[in-house]
């Protein structure tokens, strides 16, 4: 990151400040300690839409935005750990995501198989669940429904699913 922040402060700054005339900011600078007070300060202030490259600042130096109820932008009042925290959770947070992190057709078609298994009466499209339920790439989503299914049509999907599981591991651990 840091070399991100260098480089476009490279390429910024000297456009930003190319209207200062350098005697003058000088003469300015002199006649402000001659005062006794301190010069003025600079604050640079970065902003991102990047939950990776947030991962990399402090907490105390990052200023969330919410939105109000009538979808007016406010200044947060609440303190995100961002430095190392999780990508996901900083995206969840930064794109005021509050209905999850999985796409509209995928979240359809997983609350379709989650109906169907809990309407214990209806037996139809047992393969067409089975194979979404294969598909889901979220273990804990995808352990659950495959539990809910086993129960359901007597199979044992949810432990094919995991011994499926474990020689991915095994062979994981072979190539190390």
Same mark, same amino acid.
């Given at each position: 990151?840091?070399?991100?922040?260098?480089?476009?402060? +490279?390429?910024?700054?000297?456009?930003?400040?190319?209207?200062? %005339?350098?005697?003058? *900011?000088? /003469?300015?600078?002199?006649?402000?300690?001659?005062?006794?007070?301190?010069?003025?300060?600079?604050? @640079?202030?970065?902003?991102? +839409? #990047?939950?990776?490259?947030?991962?990399? !600042? =402090?907490?105390?130096? !990052?200023?969330?935005?919410?939105?109000?109820?009538?979808?007016?932008?406010? @200044?947060?009042? #609440? $303190?995100?750990?961002?430095?190392? /925290?999780?990508?996901? &959770?900083?995206? /969840?947070?930064?794109?005021?995501?509050?209905?999850?992190?999985?796409?509209?057709?995928? #979240?359809?078609?997983?609350? %379709?198989?989650?109906?169907?298994?809990?309407?214990?009466? &209806?037996?139809?499209?047992?393969?067409? +669940?089975?194979?979404?339920?294969? $598909?889901?790439?979220?273990?804990?989503?995808?352990?659950? =429904?495959?539990?809910? *299914?086993?129960?359901?049509?007597?199979? #044992?999907?949810?432990? %094919?699913?995991?011994?499926?599981?474990?020689?991915?591991?095994?062979?994981?651990? $072979?190539?190390?």
């Amino acid at each position: 990151m840091e070399e991100k922040i260098c480089s476009g402060c +490279h390429i910024v700054l000297p456009i930003l400040f190319s209207e200062l %005339k350098p005697l003058q *900011y000088n /003469a300015e600078l002199k006649r402000w300690e001659s005062t006794g007070k301190n010069a003025p300060s600079l604050q @640079i202030i970065f902003s991102t +839409h #990047d939950p990776l490259t947030l991962s990399d !600042v =402090l907490f105390e130096n !990052v200023i969330f935005l919410d939105k109000t109820a009538d979808q007016k932008t406010s @200044i947060s009042t #609440d $303190k995100k750990r961002t430095f190392g /925290a999780n990508v996901s &959770d900083l995206f /969840a947070d930064s794109f005021f995501i509050s209905d999850g992190l999985i796409g509209e057709f995928s #979240d359809s078609k997983i609350n %379709k198989t989650i109906d169907w298994l809990r309407d214990e009466n &209806d037996k139809t499209n047992s393969e067409l +669940h089975r194979i979404i339920i294969e $598909k889901i790439d979220e273990p804990i989503i995808q352990r659950k =429904l495959a539990q809910m *299914y086993s129960d359901k049509m007597k199979t #044992d999907l949810a432990r %094919k699913l995991l011994q499926i599981e474990l020689e991915e591991i095994q062979n994981r651990l $072979k190539r190390m």
